[in-house]
């Protein structure tokens, strides 16, 4: 096999983006979306789009395009996600951006004008570090989020989605705004992203070939009972919210491990008021974060998790209510074009691993509307979500050859695989 694509030109430029953001002060740890170190990234990531070859452009919610002409009307996309959490590092997300704006600078200094429009999608906000809400991006390009939920978000400082827009010198958002996001000329999508775990770290296997992402429930429960002394309140009397979530705690991590098919279960929120030594709670919070890429079995978790909170709450004499944040099942990648990727690594001789992701990403948002494959590299000792996170450049090339290749032949070839998937 001749190749068509082979990123050892363009690798440089790759680790020198990565290493501009990783050496920038430490707001570039905290891309949050509309803050200052969000506008700056995006400020600097447009600038490298437009030396690039490729016209830019933002969409309304900030969504950042660059863009190569095709010779048709359908678009050939290449997306990940250019916030971050906070405190994170400059891999998660950035990488398959930056890794994704050499390709296309490559393959366009190599063979020109495209069949079909290629663009490189930075998402504005995939994590939802701010506030609290995943996949904003990607869902205002779908055409999943209202503008009532858009309405109802605040972050941490009580900072309303449209305050933060305007300290961030952008318009305020209305329905009609936010339905210009939405796109209905995607052909195919490809996202190229660090693993986030250690399967192929450990495996020593460079690349993983995604084919489902995981489903995930979020979960807030709280339970209301009655402050009262906490030296003169016998323990019969008690109505204590915090011995119902404490339990609740332990209940979950039995859950994930009970429910088996690669079950994961998390609490990582808990509130306690009025949280004084002499007062018995009367309020406790938290937050389950349960996942499996079986349908089934996360809904069974979800059934359980809703049954242990109504026990815990009749057992303590509590009040209870329980409100989902997120409802994802389980997403397949489309299996034509999961099979050109494996094709791929196959006649560039790179061993790969057939397997799921245990995060969420964007490419399961817009597989909604148009067919989406994901490729994943090594995440070194499996760590993400943290400046320690690191992916080294040999499993960067890796990653890109496959993603070069398969942009080529989609978006400059006719590719029956894209073909049966539309």
């Not at 509309?34 to 969504?63: H, I, P, Q, V």
């Not at 000792?381 to 993603?403: F, V």
Request: aromatic fraction near 6%.
């Amino acid at each position: 096999m001749t190749e068509s694509f082979n990123s050892t030109e363009c690798l440089g430029s790759v680790l020198r983006h990565l290493e501009f953001l990783k050496n920038m002060d430490n707001g570039w740890n905290h891309r949050l979306l509309y803050t200052d170190a969000w506008n700056m990234a995006m400020d600097e990531l447009e600038s490298w789009m437009l030396s690039g070859n490729m016209k830019t452009r933002r969409d309304a919610l900030g969504n950042l395009y660059g863009r190569i002409e095709g010779r048709s009307d359908k678009t050939v996309l290449l997306l990940s996600h250019y916030d971050s959490v906070e405190s994170g590092g400059s891999y998660d997300g950035a990488l398959g951006v930056i890794a994704g704006l050499a390709v296309l600078d490559t393959l366009f200094l190599k063979y020109g004008t495209p069949e079909h429009n290629i663009e490189l999608l930075a998402v504005c906000d995939e994590d939802g570090g701010r506030f609290k809400s995943s996949f904003l991006g990607s869902r205002a390009i779908t055409g999943e989020i209202s503008y009532e939920e858009i309405e109802g978000l605040t972050d941490a400082a009580g900072l309303s989605f449209n305050a933060a827009r305007e300290r961030a010198g952008l318009a305020p958002i209305d329905e009609e705004i936010l339905k210009s996001c939405k796109r209905s000329d995607i052909l195919c999508a490809f996202e190229l992203h660090a693993e986030q775990g250690r399967k192929l770290y450990d495996s020593g296997i460079p690349a993983g070939i995604v084919k489902t992402i995981t489903g995930q429930y979020k979960i807030k429960a709280e339970f209301t009972g009655e402050a009262n002394h906490a030296g003169t309140t016998t323990m019969q009397d008690r109505q204590d919210a915090l011995v119902a979530a404490a339990e609740l705690v332990g209940f979950v991590q039995q859950l994930a491990r009970q429910s088996g098919c690669d079950s994961v279960g998390t609490v990582g929120v808990l509130e306690v008021r009025p949280g004084a030594t002499n007062i018995i709670p009367d309020k406790a919070m938290l937050i389950a974060d349960l996942r499996c890429p079986q349908s089934e079995v996360l809904l069974n978790m979800g059934c359980s998790f809703e049954k242990k909170c109504n026990e815990l709450a009749l057992k303590n004499g509590l009040r209870m209510h329980i409100e989902y944040l997120c409802r994802q099942m389980p997403v397949p990648m489309d299996e034509c074009l999961t099979g050109l990727s494996r094709e791929i690594a196959e006649e560039l001789n790179i061993p790969y691993l057939d397997m799921f992701s245990g995060a969420g990403h964007d490419i399961q948002i817009i597989s909604s509307i148009a067919p989406g494959a994901m490729i994943f590299v090594q995440s070194e000792r499996g760590i993400s979500h943290s400046p320690e996170e690191y992916t080294d450049a040999a499993s960067i090339k890796i990653g890109m050859d496959i993603l070069g290749e398969a942009v080529y032949r989609t978006a400059y070839k006719t590719c029956s695989q894209v073909s049966h998937s539309i």
